[in-house]
Nanobody
Framework: QVQLVESGGGLVQPGGSLRLSCAAS????????IDWYRQAPGKGRELVAH????????NYADSVKGRFTISRDNAKNTVHLQMNSLKPEDTAVYYC?????????WGQGTQVTVSS
């Protein structure tokens, strides 16, 4: 069974850090590019970070550049999103996505709330 399971979300104060994980099962994630998206209440889904299948290239939304870092451990079929200097506007449900056209898998999301 193909699954992507996100974890690591929670409530954090502004300026704090969280590390999200995306664990893949049922397929070899090393063959897929992985993206992290987020969706805030009342807003559309936004691409936050992207990593190629080898991890050799990454890209970030301007809103998170310099604060978030995406990485992957293909031996563990896992991708991480390290989020530092969190702001209230980072509050959203965060989703990971594995893509190798035409296969396109999404996780169920993990809530991140940044509030004092």
């Amino acid at each position: 069974q193909v699954q992507l399971v996100e974890s690591g979300g929670g409530l954090v104060q502004p300026g704090g850090s969280l590390r999200l994980s995306c664990a893949a099962s049922g397929f070899s994630a090393s063959d897929y590019t992985i993206d992290w998206y987020r969706q805030a209440p009342g807003k559309g889904r936004e691409l936050v970070a992207h990593i190629t299948n080898t991890g050799g290239s990454t890209n970030y939304a301007d809103s998170v550049k310099g604060r978030f870092t995406i990485s992957r451990d293909n031996a563990k079929n896992t991708v991480h999103l390290q989020m530092n200097s969190l702001k209230p506007e980072d509050t959203a449900v965060y989703y990971c996505r594995a893509l190798r056209y035409p296969r396109d898998y999404w996780g169920q999301g993990t809530q991140v709330t940044v509030s004092s």
